[in-house]
């Protein structure tokens, strides 16, 4: 409520008007707090992916390793292979069958997109049968 002085009375008067100027600060201080509140809210979903139960399957007599060192040059087994002679060299370590699972290995500082295209590589060859190999963790207790 507020009140006007006037100097010509001794009476005060009541105004009847609303002084808008507290509810405008209100809503400002308010907005800023949205402002502030909203990028907050907008996390990434949270997922628990479940654990993989499956047993390893057993390693072949003699697995063909394909690796991607960290230069990025490739290797079958220990044999350093260039990326346009990858084909050809597919070919003679797996004596030519195209349904031998290849054992794809890498450095942890690979970027994605040359896996990618690595594995692009063999599938253009005729190489379907891929596996990713990693470390094995034991299970936490």
């Given at each position: ?41 907008t996390v990434d979903i949270a997922v628990n992916l479940p654990a993989a139960t499956a047993e390893p ?85």
């Open positions: 409520m507020s009140v006007r002085l006037d100097h010509g009375e001794d009476t005060l008067d009541e105004m009847h008007e609303i002084n808008v100027t507290p509810f405008i600060d209100v809503m400002l201080v308010l907005l800023i707090i949205f402002m502030v509140a909203a990028p907050l809210a399957q057993p390693r072949p007599d003699k697995p063909v390793f394909l690796t991607v060192k960290a230069d990025l040059t490739l290797a079958i087994g220990e044999q350093p292979v260039p990326r346009e002679l990858l084909s050809d060299a597919l070919a003679g370590a797996t004596k030519g069958d195209k349904d031998t699972r290849i054992f794809l290995r890498a450095d942890k500082t690979v970027p994605y997109g040359e896996m990618m295209e690595v594995m692009n590589l063999m599938r253009k060859a005729g190489y379907l049968k891929v596996a990713l190999v990693g470390l094995e963790k034991p299970p936490s207790p």
